[in-house]
T-cell receptor, first 114, second 117 residues
């Protein structure tokens, strides 16, 4: 699976948009970009994933560059409860017993302040 | 979304004893579950893939005889830390995918904090 690079930490004011970048310059054509987050001392939570088109759900938006070498997770209106470590992961989505393996990097600690 | 539970949430054991951690998918059947370990201020490290009805697949560097994994049913996987030592103290997290949804989304349990004294 391709390696990702994320800034170690970011701050955001409550109510503002939080834009979390991720570089994945070695991503392959069949690898998806996944985002998870982990609030302190809890299990990770799935946020969103995409292949090459931009995606949006009730939690966030995912913007993937045309060359797919980087992406940005957008939390449109950050709240204090969004303070967490955000992980960007790229992996192949194929069927079989290996499906679902996730290899986490260091992630970005997002702190939302009032 | 699908719910994954873990039991216990916290456990303290003495060095040399064994500890069993349970991971359950509450409202779906999971043929595959995953076990992770997380040390303080570190990222999650995948330990093994647990397959229902077959042997687990361990990641490189993870001792299979020390971390016994059993996936006897479609809703339960257990991780047993045998002959625990203080360096095994960590946050253990399991996850599962719901194949019935056709989604690759992975659901995580709340984690089990193990302290070995």
């Amino acid at each position: 699976d391709a390696k990702t690079t994320q800034p170690p930490s970011m701050d955001c004011a409550e109510g503002r948009a939080a834009n979390l970048p991720c570089n994945h310059s070695t991503i392959s054509g069949n690898e998806y970009v996944y985002w998870y987050r982990q609030i302190h001392s809890q299990g990770p939570q799935y946020i969103i994933h995409g292949l090459k088109n931009n995606e949006t759900n009730e939690m966030a938006s995912l913007i993937i560059t045309e060359d797919r070498k980087s992406s940005t997770l957008i939390l449109p209106h950050a709240t204090l409860r969004d303070t967490a470590v955000y992980y960007c992961i790229v992996r192949v989505a194929v069927r079989g017993s290996t499906l679902g393996r996730l290899y986490f990097g260091r992630g970005t600690q997002l702190t939302v302040w009032p | 979304g699908a719910v994954v539970s873990q039991h216990p949430s916290r456990v303290i054991c003495k060095s040399g004893t064994s500890v069993k951690i349970e991971c359950r998918s509450l409202d779906f059947q999971a043929t595959t579950m995953f076990w992770y370990r997380q040390f303080p201020k570190k990222s999650l490290m995948l330990m093994a893939t647990s397959n229902e009805g077959s042997k687990a697949t361990y990641e490189q560097g993870v001792e299979k005889d020390k971390f016994l994994i059993n996936h006897a049913s479609l809703t339960l996987s257990t991780l047993t830390v045998t002959s625990a030592h203080p360096e095994d103290s960590s946050f253990y997290i399991c996850s599962a995918r719901d194949p019935a949804t056709g989604s690759y989304e992975q659901y995580f349990g709340p984690g089990t904090r193990l302290t070995v004294t």
